[in-house]
């Protein structure tokens, strides 16, 4: 069952410039929603998150953008660096069930 | 380095075999997670410990089993496995019992079933 979903599997930035990936939902009781990255041959890391009381959430260059109506969230990297390039997983959970999208591989080109 | 360890690295068996998958979690983490990463696949969550307890089960086969241990650690065990059972399986900890909180993933163990 894909009920988060990662539509695009990649995407090349140059560096510098904004990366934007996107991530769709379907199941209105995911209230929290997280974003990891992942190197080749490593585990995933935790990123950043956000809680459904919120549209919004900032770290540093990443920005995590919540719109609930539309069941879509969005992770903005800005300025891009070559060292941003990995494999990013969104993932949305309600309380102890968590599920993760497919991945998107982002690549950010010197 | 997320401080979870996960034994082996790479398993390489044969159909209808079992294997068992080892977890360590961080120090103080009460948390267990197993999830099964197939090729261009997301992340399957297939089941989570807490404190020893079964806490949450999610898309693992009957075939599967886990357990966790009063040490904390925690194993996965594979039996009757197929082709299909090739995947990074993935072992998270986490502090507390929700999903919530943030995991920390182990670098993952790579089974392939020939």
């Known amino acids: 069952d894909q009920q988060v979903k990662q539509n695009s599997p990649s995407l090349s930035v140059q560096e510098g410039r904004i990366s934007i990936l996107n991530c769709d939902y379907t199941?209105?009781?995911?209230?929290?929603f997280l974003w990891y990255k992942k190197y080749p041959a490593e585990g995933p890391t935790f990123l950043i998150s956000?809680?459904?009381?919120?549209d919004k959430n900032e770290d540093g260059r990443f920005t995590v953008f919540l719109n609930k109506s539309a069941k879509h969230l969005s992770l903005h990297i800005v300025p891009s660096q070559p060292g941003d390039s990995a494999v990013y997983f969104c993932?949305?959970?309600?309380?102890?069930?968590?599920?993760f999208g497919a991945g998107t591989r982002l690549t950010v080109k010197p | 380095d997320s401080g979870v360890t996960q034994t082996p690295k790479h398993l390489i068996t044969a159909t209808g075999q079992r294997v068992t998958l080892r977890c360590s979690p961080r120090s103080g983490d009460l948390s267990v997670y197993w999830y099964q990463q197939s090729l261009d696949q997301g992340l399957q969550f297939l089941i989570q410990y807490y404190n020893g307890e079964e806490r949450a089960k999610g898309n693992i086969l009957e075939r599967f089993s886990a357990q966790q241990f009063p040490d904390l650690h925690s194993e996965l065990n594979l039996s009757s496995l197929e082709l299909g059972d090739s995947a990074l399986y993935f072992c998270?900890?986490?502090?507390?019992?929700?999903?919530?909180?943030?995991?920390?993933f182990g670098p993952g163990t790579r089974l392939t079933v020939l």
């Open positions: 998270a900890s986490g502090s507390g019992p929700s999903s919530y909180n943030e995991q920390f």
């Open positions: 993932a949305a959970s309600a309380r102890v069930d968590m599920r």
């Open positions: 956000i809680s459904s009381i919120k």
């Open positions: 199941n209105s009781m995911f209230d929290y």
